[in-house]
């Protein structure tokens, strides 16, 4: 009795069943049974009944042989199926199953729902980058009728069937395991540009038909049908001796014990050629499509092999080695194949042999046209076993927690239990509990004190704000040695700006200190000339003022300009100037461009550090006017020596007219072009040192502004741009919550 678990391979032919059992032991077949259960009658005799005889095959099979935990692999004939070999387009490896369906669908002559089908990768093909290449498959498929024909003799006395495979097929996977030696685990050899695959056909005739197959036992895989067999010979010798079906069949498979035996090999001779011009078509079919494939030899299988002088007449007439088979090269179990029954058969093992391999793992062709539906079936009914166990473990859990749960009610609802509870207990809960509102009384308390303590020291937390604002906007001014540039302004400024910057500092070395003139037009420099704020209750209006002002924002980041601003807030106006060149486009891409995008981003609130008072809280930047002003006068401004920053942040004139260090104009339909005056007079202003224009005062050119379209042309002399730049500053003020909770106690 079989040790371990195994596989039968069985085929029922039109003569005999057969069948073949195999272990796989240390990656190696080893045979350990067979059965050759011979029919009373030829199946396809007219006076046969095939379901019957099918069935008693079977049930004399399975009285001898035990199939508990074996699997078991069946063959189909290669007529009822269809095999294609198709090449894929380039495709990504994860999506061949989808159009693998679409070939099933072109290549299938009938609904997909009708058939049983299957597919595998014949060959590695090319994988790069996720898509395969040059992918071939073998798409194998049969009627569904013809299945469940196949299987019901099976099914009625209770084999359940794992494998359903083609004859064919099968043949294949005894050829490439046992005479090629390539199994499941072998991998193809490299092929060598110029050399042919070398491969084997097998021939193997059955009582109706015939399988012919080809294959390297690689990626050549190439089968046909032909449509003539050993009942073909025995009708003619009936036809010859007018014997029996029977009888000719008996003359036939003893032909050399036979007196007559030229007599039987004359009356063959018409269906031999035949049958040869049948196979020598395929063979040349095969070998004008497959040129890059060279067959080494024809090994002859099948009963009617034993006919006399069968080997050679092929031979002669297909020109190439044909060989009959004598023994499985691979195959061991001395106790099987050395057994005389199985020695006699061998020439039918083939089919069986390739099953079984199947069924153990170790063949080369893997497809199943075992019913999906029956597959389900038995995984359902395999898990049932395991889903009571479970179900039954999970009401005896269910129990015990039961039982547990009533045995902890039953500890704490004892009579002495709740005495203790209620002379005890009760008293300890309510003890706690006006503990606990002491507790939060006083911690109210604690927070009214600290909440009155900070209102005495408001706003001292956030007297640093200013000096952070004034940090921030220091770091946004460009500095002539460009360390504070990011790399779009080093690349569109930084080249000309580094020689700038080096005949500046050659300058300064040569009047050593004295005050030298910085005009030139290359000098990464900006100077602010004043910085003012002023506290807004409705920025809103203010951002409404401005576009009035402004008809055009194309300088403010477009997020900004497309969300207003909303609340309170502070209006910061720089007004400065440059001699840089290229003038508004400088102030944009420096000044503006860092002020609307550094600390932009607001940090999440961390308790246990201060409140940073800039990033975040910048927004809304912009140059909201500019002027070229050429061959400027020294310490006179046109432009920044006026601001419209209080007309803006509350839309009123400024009060008191009469103050001295305040210029009131009439205000008109052109108030933009005659802004407020604000503080004294600056026509004795001076810059600082290093820092003075250096021309002597000459009348001022007419100067550009944001309506111009370039700038006036300097002759050589300096083009000096006025500027006058607005933001808003959202300064955070905690302290102002503090003295509004105190302001309502």
Request: contains cysteine; hydrophobic residues 40%.
């Amino acid at each position: 009795m079989p040790t371990q678990p195994g596989a039968w391979g069985i085929e029922i032919g039109q003569c005999a069943l057969k069948a073949l059992r195999l272990e796989n032991r240390n990656g190696v077949a080893v045979a350990t049974a067979f059965e050759f259960v011979e029919h009373p009658k030829i199946l396809s005799q007219p006076d046969a009944d095939p379901d019957l005889l099918t069935r008693e095959a079977l049930e004399k099979f399975l009285k001898r042989n035990q199939l508990r935990g074996d699997k078991v692999a069946m063959c189909v004939s290669g007529q009822s199926g269809l095999a294609r070999f198709v090449k894929l387009p380039p495709v990504e490896e994860k999506k061949i199953s989808d159009i693998v369906k679409f070939e099933a669908k072109q290549q299938i002559p009938f609904p997909l729902e009708e058939v049983v089908w299957d597919f595998q990768k014949i060959g590695s093909g090319v994988v790069a980058d996720g898509f395969a290449m040059e992918t071939e498959i073998g798409l194998f498929a049969i009627k569904r009728e013809n299945v469940q024909r196949a299987l019901q003799p099976f099914q009625e006395i209770g084999i359940e069937v794992d494998v359903v495979q083609m004859a064919p097929l099968a043949l294949c996977n005894f050829v490439s395991y046992d005479l090629l030696k390539q199994d499941a685990t072998s991998t193809a050899a490299p092929e060598s540009e110029g050399k042919k695959k070398e491969c084997v056909v097998a021939l193997d005739i059955g009582v109706e038909t015939s399988n012919l197959v080809i294959t390297d036992g690689n990626r050549v895989i190439w089968q046909r049908s032909i449509p003539i067999g050993g009942n073909r010979f025995t009708r003619a010798l009936t036809k010859e001796f007018k014997y029996t079906f029977a009888k000719a069949e008996h003359l036939k498979r003893n032909a050399t014990k036979s007196p007559d035996l030229k007599r039987i090999l004359l009356a063959l001779r018409a269906d031999l050629n035949e049958f040869v011009n049948e196979v020598q078509k395929s063979l040349s079919f095969f070998t004008n499509s497959q040129r890059d494939a060279h067959i080494q030899y024809l090994v002859g299988m099948g009963g009617a092999f034993r006919l006399p002088g069968l080997q050679k007449y092929l031979n002669e007439k297909l020109q190439m080695d044909v060989r009959k088979l004598g023994k499985f090269l691979r195959l061991e179990g001395a106790n099987v194949t050395a057994a005389p029954l199985f020695s006699d058969n061998a020439l039918s093992m083939g089919v069986v042999y390739g099953l079984a391999l199947q069924g153990l793992g170790l063949a080369k062709l893997r497809t199943n046209l075992l019913p999906e539906e029956i597959r389900v079936e038995r995984l359902v009914r395999s898990k049932k076993p395991w889903a009571v166990a479970a179900a039954a473990l999970l009401l005896v859990g269910a129990g015990a927690l039961a039982f547990g749960e009533r045995l902890s009610h039953d500890a704490v609802a004892s009579e002495v239990i709740r005495d203790a509870q209620k002379n005890f207990g009760k008293p300890a809960i309510e003890s706690a509990e006006h503990g606990n509102k002491t507790y939060q009384s006083k911690a109210q308390e604690v927070d009214q004190l600290k909440k009155l303590v900070r209102s005495v020291v408001a706003g001292q937390e956030e007297r640093v704000n200013w000096l952070m604002l004034n940090k921030h906007i220091n770091e946004c001014l460009p500095r002539p040695d460009l360390g504070n540039l990011t790399d779009r302004q080093k690349a569109a400024y930084g080249e000309k700006g580094k020689a700038a910057y080096a005949r500046f500092l050659a300058q300064q070395a040569v009047s050593k200190g004295q005050t030298q003139s910085v005009d030139d037009e290359d000098l990464v420099l900006i100077n602010l000339e004043s910085c003012n704020a002023l506290y807004c209750d409705d920025l809103a209006a203010y951002f409404n003022r401005l576009k009035d002002t402004n008809k055009v924002l194309d300088s403010m980041p477009k997020d900004d300009q497309e969300k207003p601003p909303t609340g309170a807030g502070w209006i910061v106006e720089l007004r400065g100037y440059t001699n840089h060149r290229d003038q508004r486009k400088f102030i944009v891409d420096t000044l503006i461009e860092n002020l609307a995008t550094r600390q932009r981003t607001e940090p999440k609130p961390d308790p246990s550090k201060p409140i940073d008072p800039i990033s975040g809280k910048v927004s809304h930047v912009v140059l909201l006017r500019y002027k070229w002003v050429q061959n400027h006068v020294e310490g006179s401004f046109e432009l920044i020596n006026r601001s419209e920053l209080y007309e803006l942040a509350t839309g009123n004139k400024p009060r008191n007219p009469n103050q001295a260090d305040v210029v009131v104009p009439e205000f008109g339909p052109n108030r933009g072009d005659q802004p407020i005056i604000v503080g004294r007079d600056r026509t004795r202003w001076r810059p600082l040192p290093n820092i003075d224009v250096g021309f002597r005062q000459r009348d001022a050119l007419p100067g550009g502004g944001p309506g111009a379209k370039e700038p006036p042309k300097s002759d050589g002399r300096s083009v000096r741009t006025e500027f006058v730049v607005y933001f808003i500053w959202k300064e955070p003020t905690p302290s102002d919550e503090d003295l509004k909770a105190v302001a309502q106690q």
